[in-house]
Every structure is written in C-alpha cells, then in structure tokens.
C-alpha cells in the first residue's frame, strides 16, 4: 500500500503544472503578443508571422478549411492573403500553466485567393508558452451574421 501511494505522489507530481502564479502576467502578455501578430499579418512580415506561429499552427476558417503554417506562410508570400485591417475586442485569456486560450470578436478587412473574406467574427486561439515566447497553435474563427 506504502509504494502504491508513493508511485502516486511521483505520477501526480510528474503530471503538475507550474503554479498558476508563475504565469500570472500571461493574460496581458497574450493580448500584447496577439496585437503585434494583428499587425504582421497586416505587413504581411513573414519572419513575424514565422515566429508566431508554431510548427504545428492549425488555422480553420468559416467554411471549416484547415490551414496550417507553411501553407499560410506562403499565401502571404504570394500576397493570395491581404489582411488591411484587423479590429480585436471583447478579449478573454483563460491560462492552464502554459497553454492559453484566448477568445474575442474579430472585425477583418482581407483578400483571401482572390476573394473578399472581411467580416466579424467571433475566435478562439490556442497559445503555448514555448522556452518564454508565446506562439499560436490554433486558431478558428466563426463568421457573425448579422440580426436579420
């Protein structure tokens, strides 16, 4: 009984996320970081764009196409994504050790394969904290329709 409650006590500590304190400035953190990424796309600044988006970024869009980094990196290159504007508001940032989800409304005014793609919506991005930078992992935005 003595060593199943010791492998326990190991499993469980092995499993912890850090203290919730230690990642307390990650909401601000995660707002600053989604800002400046709003702003690369806008440039189209690959090596921002880059940087933020994790190897494994997985984009869904309205129409439930799945995107991932390499792909959206080189729609920027080609200039088929042209975002001219994006507005985020109603943020929220939930942080589990060292993922974050964030949550918001989006108004976007882009180009997408040669097509309007502006409107509102509504998002969810995933964030990780990787060695001290935070990088998006996922992102998928519904489209508001507006009251009829």
């Given amino acids: 009984m003595k060593t199943v409650m010791a492998a326990s006590v190991v499993l469980l500590g092995a499993f912890s996320l850090p203290a919730p304190s230690s990642y307390a400035g990650a909401p601000a953190a995660i707002e600053k970081a989604d800002k400046a990424f709003a702003d690369a796309m806008v440039r189209a600044d690959l090596v921002a764009l880059s940087n933020t988006y994790a190897d494994d970024y997985?984009?869904?869009?309205?129409?439930?196409?799945?995107?991932?980094?390499?792909?959206?990196?080189?729609?920027?290159?080609?200039?088929?994504?042209?975002?001219?504007?994006?507005?985020?508001?109603?943020?929220?940032?939930?942080?589990?050790?060292?993922?974050a989800v964030e949550t918001g409304k989006l108004v976007s005014h882009a180009v997408r394969d040669g097509k309007d793609s502006s409107g509102t919506f509504r998002f969810t991005r995933v964030w990780v904290d990787r060695s001290g930078r935070w990088q998006t992992v996922a992102f998928q935005e519904t489209r508001l329709v507006p009251n009829s």
């Fill in 58 to 99: 997985v984009f869904t869009d309205p129409t439930g196409r799945v995107t991932h980094k390499v792909e959206l990196l080189d729609s920027f290159k080609r200039g088929a994504i042209k975002i001219v504007s994006q507005e985020i508001s109603d943020v929220r940032v939930s942080v589990y050790g060292d993922v």
